[in-house]
Each structure stands twice: as structure tokens, then as C-alpha cells.
């Protein structure tokens, strides 16, 4: 009896696996853009940028010459200054080294205040001039993360707190009390915001099940499994599970959206125009309209670690300009 379930075990596993689909375009056109190397792979990352092998990092701009501390990785770049956590009990701002007892996950600076999100789902401030926290919440546990975990947001006298399940805590800088209570997404397992930005003074925010906006006082909510979520200009530009492109305005109505059967889309860029990564090796690049494509073929490991800035995508030990 044991082997006859074994066997059907078996059967039931490659029969699933025999009808696993993928993205498999028509017409394919060669890459016309040359990746460069970075000379050190990618061995972690957050929403902010990565970590390489030899200790450098990258982020918004671009590769640093840098080298974090041995044992620490990358948090944010933030008013000049680097941040980097050894995921345990220590933040580095540069060179200069805080015990926080807790591992920090991400992290913003701004006037000397260091605004922080654990592990635990605490968030502090810790004011880097007297040396002390002027300020800590603690939040419901989320015991499981997407690794994009979003930085937090300062604007003007507010600091914007992503939390690890799921909401925005709205802080004031002048007196540490919480003034607004975001929820973006109470309901799902994995839902840490995992975006988080103020495009025209509309706040952007996502986990990876819920995307939100709020601005002029109103407040939209739209619910997709997301990929990806990146903004350029005025546009937000959305990557879903389920193989969508979809473009909307800040007010988060559809604009143009483009399906693609089967496609599993990994990171989303803007140069020329847009651009997605596509898991089965092919870099899509719809025009600003989205009434036409290019699908090229394009040499990509599933297993390689992705990470975009504005025009350019860094993938693994490489990156390539797109515009």
C-alpha cells in the first residue's frame, strides 16, 4: 500500500508539472541594447536597492564604489548616507554604529532623524544628535515578509511609516504622535507594504495585494496580485501575477492595460518607454500609448535577483540601460 501511494503521488506531481504553462510569444526580435557587468553578484535586496557579494551596493544611483560593513547589508542611501543593518541588533549611518537590539528591516534618515522599521514590526525614531529614540510603536507581529520591504517616507513635518502588516503610520515630526492610521491591506498573509511614495502630492502605496492612493482628501483602493509597481511622471505602472500590464493615473484608473497568457513578470523599468522582465527569458517594451510592443529575446536566469532604477535593471552580476 505504501509504494502504491508513493506511486501516485508520483503520477499527481508530474502530471502538474507537465501541464505547467508558459509565456511562449510568436514573434521574437533580438535585443538591440548591451548588458554590462557590475563584476559582483546580487545577494540580497529591498525596495530601496541591493547588496553585492563584495561588499558594495546599489541604489537609485547607480553602483557605489562603496563597501558596506562585513556581515551587514544594504538599507538605504539617504541624505547622502549609507545605511546598512547586520539583520540582528546593529544599524550602521555611515560609519557611525547604533545599537537597536532588534533587527531593522528598513530605514530613512532626515535631519539627523533616523526613522526605523524592525523585524518586529516596531517602528522608532531615533534622534541621532542625543543619542537617544524619541519615539516607538509596536505593531502587530507579521511572521511572514516580501522581501521589498518599503522604506520609510519623510514629507514635509510628517514621517511615513510602512509597517509589516499592512498599514501606513502617519507620524508628526515635531511632536512624535501618531496622527493617521493608514490600512492598505488587513487581509492578506504576505502584507507588508512593499511600495510606498508621494507622486504630485498623491501617496502611493502597496503591498503585494492592494494597491491605494491618497490625495485631496479622497482615498481609492484597487486589489491585484502584483509583480511590480513603479511610477514615472504623473503615470503608475502595474505588473500582475496573472500576466497584466496595467498603466493608471495617480488616482489609480486604468489608463491601458496589455495581458500577456502565461507571462511571469519579475521587475518593471522606464526607459525609452516601458519595459518588463519576463521569467522565460524576453524583455517586453510597450510604447507610452500601449498599442504596440516589441518582445525581445533577452538571456535571463529565473534564479537571478532582480532589482530596477528608472532606466535601468540591474539583474544578477549585470545591468542594462534602457533608454
Known amino acids: 500500500m505504501r509504494h502504491l501511494l508513493i506511486l501516485i503521488s508520483a503520477i499527481i506531481l508530474f502530471t502538474a508539472c507537465s501541464k505547467k504553462q508558459y509565456f511562449e510569444p510568436e514573434d521574437t526580435l533580438s535585443f538591440n541594447k548591451s548588458t554590462k557587468s557590475i563584476d559582483s553578484d546580487i545577494v540580497s535586496f529591498n525596495r530601496d536597492g541591493a547588496t553585492l557579494e563584495n561588499g558594495q551596493f546599489i541604489s537609485a544611483k547607480g ?34 554604529e547604533i545599537v537597536t537590539n532588534t533587527a531593522v528591516v528598513a530605514a530613512s534618515l532626515k535631519d539627523d532623524i533616523l526613522a526605523i522599521v524592525n523585524s518586529d514590526n516596531s517602528i522608532m525614531a531615533y534622534d541621532l544628535r542625543d543619542g537617544k529614540i524619541i519615539f516607538k510603536e509596536y505593531l502587530t507581529k507579521s511572521l511572514a515578509n516580501d522581501t521589498r520591504i518599503a522604506a520609510p517616507y519623510f514629507m514635509q513635518n510628517l514621517i511615513l511609516f510602512p509597517t509589516l502588516d499592512g498599514k501606513i503610520l502617519v507620524v508628526s515630526a515635531q511632536n512624535y504622535k501618531v496622527v493617521r492610521n493608514i490600512i492598505v491591506d488587513a487581509d492578506s498573509q504576505f ?133
Open 63 to 96: 553602483v557605489s564604489k562603496i563597501k558596506i560593513p562585513e556581515g551587514f547589508q544594504f538599507l538605504n542611501l539617504s541624505e547622502g548616507k549609507v545605511l546598512s543593518t547586520n539583520i540582528k541588533d546593529k544599524i550602521y549611518v555611515d560609519k557611525k
Open 191 to 323: 502584507n507588508n507594504i512593499i511600495y510606498l511614495n508621494v507622486v504630485n502630492d498623491t501617496l502611493i502605496a502597496a503591498t503585494s495585494k492592494k494597491v491605494i492612493s491618497v490625495g485631496d482628501g479622497v482615498l481609492n483602493i484597487k486589489q491585484y496580485d502584483l509583480r511590480d509597481i513603479i511610477a514615472h511622471g504623473k503615470d503608475i505602472y502595474l505588473a500582475t501575477i496573472d500576466g497584466q500590464i496595467i498603466k493608471t493615473d495617480i488616482s489609480l484608473n486604468v489608463m491601458n492595460r496589455k495581458k500577456y497568457k502565461f507571462a511571469k513578470f519579475y521587475a518593471l523599468a522606464y526607459g525609452d518607454s516601458l519595459y518588463a522582465l519576463e521569467s522565460q527569458g524576453y524583455m517586453i517594451n510597450i510604447s507610452d500609448d500601449f498599442k504596440t510592443d516589441k518582445i525581445y529575446d533577452f538571456s535571463f536566469d529565473e534564479e537571478d535577483r532582480v532589482i530596477a532604477f528608472g532606466d535601468t535593471m540591474y539583474i544578477n552580476d549585470e545591468y542594462v540601460k534602457l533608454k
